[in-house]
């Protein structure tokens, strides 16, 4: 036997009872069916009595329960007192309910509202919600800005980042020059794990996609020549358009998903894990130490990473090439009466730019990350848009200075 | 004698934000020295512009008399050789293992033998209660062994001055005990300053010479001296506040 209190303490949380006369005791099924079959609708009625407001509460306030019903008239006037005879049991939806009543009533008012009446357990969790008064925020503060204070204020925004990115790209041509003058300092291991992981590990990606798009060029191109009967220069088409344009550009987009990614958010994480600052405080200057070996890095391994991207591609699209009729050998000798050397350079020069471009973008958002996960996340995503689009920018520009130079 | 650190007038503050203003306290040689005040008032950025990772809005910083915020960028490293700090969540750099992570510092500090070096990082790892834990990644260490390891990064070129942000955030009470014991321990051998940015009490009693209350209230500090003196004599009564816990002093037992 347990005394009913406790028991319906247990089983009901905040369940509230009238305290039953000392020694009164209900065995346990007995409790149970009156709590299984006494549910009763939750049920406010406000009432006034002699000039008072009289808040009386009613029923089972019970999450998943029935709907609030809310009965009599509500006037301005502060509950002075509230009745809860018929009260049954409640969880956090009743004091959820009063406190907004209060709130929605005493807007203004600083005397601290009445709560005589309600069971003790309810008291305190009202008094603890209405110990700390409610912080007024007013929402409407940005929205209120005139139209031209927004205009000016984006346009201060645009300027200060456009003004980051120069500096960023200023203090990475001085820690070249410091790297050359042999002023940099930073571990020749970390080079070399950046020279591996912007390497060697894409190889795999580099091949399949490189491989995928020589394969799709050969398909579009033999489709369309060979209603004119010339479906050699399929090889042509496959070889000059992966070795000037899509070898390179396709590299460089595999890298900044991949690469430029994990410089943000690596530098990002030790941002807000303060590593920068440690590096700092113990005199490591952090952009030598995290910037220059992704820069170093990225800039060597693009050049071969567009040359592999170059030759597996012509492989692809040679594959489909034999499937369509244009023996391998044959292939080949057309590729290399299109290709000189110049055109097979112009990919190579483009991606070493491309190259500093990712690794620009990667650590320059990592190092303005601010100092949460998500914002390690925004970091990351900022890299790749914005290295995407600056490879596609830069990809456009050279076009334009090939086309003026005749090449 | 000069004091070791003394500031003089600082502002702190996040572009127009202030957050603290008109500082004035000195730093004796060998002093403890706590930087104490609720959360967010403003002691980690205090300790950010002790050792030179944020300028003051106003005021100075001298240390044995030199001043640091007119110091240019190229004199900071004169001053910030002599510092270690230990930062919040220790702070290692998380791509290198313990061993390497105080072994940057040593090797960077002066050419010496491997051999050397070697038996440094086994030292100052011992120092803090990590003997052989050279090749471990700080992701494998729990939090305290994290603090401890970045203590002994700090420690790496027995600095004058040591800063320790929050030294027993986090850890359980025993931890923290035996990390306050380090702190005094390595205090009393080393012969070294030690700031330590806190709000717990048992630590700020435990170890503290002197004592600095930010006050986020008036955004000034509140009070300045020895801890125990400041729970029972305070003119302010945030500071009897804070160091009571909230709660006025009982009728005195024997502590």
Redesign the interface.
């Known amino acids: 036997m347990l005394c009913a209190n406790d028991l319906r303490h247990e089983i009901s949380g905040f369940r509230q009872t009238a305290p039953l006369p000392e020694g009164f005791f209900i065995s346990e099924p007995e409790l149970q069916i009156m709590t299984a079959t006494d549910v009763q609708p939750p049920h406010a009625i406000w009432r006034q009595d002699g000039g008072v407001q009289i808040l009386e509460l009613a029923g089972d306030w019970r999450r998943g329960g029935a709907e609030v019903v809310v009965s009599g008239m509500a006037t301005e006037q502060p509950i002075t007192r509230y009745q809860t005879d018929a009260l049954g049991s409640f969880d956090s939806i009743l004091p959820a309910f009063l406190l907004a009543n209060l709130r929605s009533l005493a807007k203004g008012e600083d005397a601290a509202p009445s709560l005589e009446g309600l069971p003790a357990n309810l008291r305190g969790l009202l008094e603890l919600a209405l110990a700390v008064p409610e912080e007024i925020v007013d929402q409407n503060v940005a929205d209120k800005s005139p139209a031209m204070m927004r205009l000016g204020k984006l346009s201060l925004r645009v300027w200060s980042s456009a003004t980051n990115v120069v500096e960023f790209v200023g203090q990475c041509s001085l820690a070249l020059v410091r790297l050359l003058t042999g002023r940099a300092?930073f571990?020749s291991k970390?080079l070399w794990?950046c020279v591996q992981e912007c390497g060697v590990e894409a190889l795999p990606i580099v091949t399949l996609i490189s491989f995928l798009i020589g394969m799709i060029l050969a398909f579009v191109g033999n489709a369309q020549l060979a209603n004119f009967g010339a479906n050699l220069l399929v090889a042509d088409l496959v070889s000059i358009a992966m070795v000037r344009e899509m070898g390179v550009v396709m590299t460089a987009i595999i890298m900044s998903g991949r690469t430029g990614a994990a410089f943000a958010a690596?530098i990002g994480?030790?941002k807000s894990?303060?590593?920068i600052?440690?590096?700092?405080?113990?005199?490591?200057d952090p952009f030598d130490f995290l910037v220059l070996p992704r820069l170093l890095a990225l800039i060597l391994m693009m050049p071969l990473l567009t040359v592999y991207s170059n030759v597996v591609g012509i492989l692809g699209g040679m594959m489909v090439g034999s499937f369509v009729g244009i023996p391998a050998v044959l292939f080949w000798n057309e590729t290399l009466l299109s290709i000189t050397l110049t055109t097979s350079s112009l990919g190579v020069i483009k991606s070493v730019f491309f190259g500093a471009v990712i690794a620009i973008s990667g650590c320059m958002q990592g190092m303005r990350a601010g100092k949460s996960s998500a914002a390690v996340g925004e970091a990351t995503t900022h890299a790749i848009v914005a290295a995407i689009t600056w490879i596609v920018v830069l990809d456009s520009a050279f076009a334009a200075i090939f086309t003026l130079l005749g090449i | 004698m000069a004091a070791k650190i003394s500031v003089h007038d600082l502002t702190l503050a996040y572009g127009p934000l202030v957050v603290m203003h008109d500082l004035e306290f000195e730093i004796q040689d060998q002093e403890i020295f706590v930087i104490m005040g609720g959360s967010g008032c403003g002691k980690s950025t205090l300790l950010r512009h002790l050792v030179g990772l944020m300028e003051p809005a106003k005021g100075r910083i001298l240390y044995d008399g030199e001043d640091f915020t007119a110091a240019k960028e190229d004199e900071h490293a004169k001053f910030t050789r002599r510092f270690g700090v230990m930062y919040q969540g220790g702070a290692l750099w998380s791509s290198m293992t313990l061993g390497e992570n105080i072994s940057m510092l040593i090797e960077e500090a002066g050419k010496l033998p491997a051999k050397t070096v070697r038996d440094l990082v086994a030292y100052k790892l011992a120092l803090v209660g990590l003997a052989g834990y050279e090749d471990y990644y700080p992701a494998q260490l729990s939090g305290g062994m994290k603090k401890r390891a970045g203590i002994a990064r700090a420690m790496a070129l027995d600095p004058d001055i040591l800063f320790l942000d929050e030294p027993g955030g986090g850890l359980d009470p025993l931890s923290s005990k035996r990390l306050d014991d380090l702190i005094l321990r390595l205090r009393d051998s080393q012969g070294c300053t030690i700031i330590i940015v806190t709000h717990e009490l048992a630590s700020i009693f435990g170890v503290a010479d002197n004592a600095l209350f930010l006050d986020p209230a008036t955004h000034t500090q509140g009070a300045l001296g020895n801890p125990r003196h400041l729970r029972d004599h305070s003119d302010n009564p945030a500071v009897r506040l804070f160091l009571n816990r909230g709660t006025p002093p009982p009728t005195r037992r024997h502590e």
């Open positions: 300092r571990r970390d794990v690596h994480s030790m894990n303060e590593e600052d440690a590096l700092r405080t113990s005199g490591f």
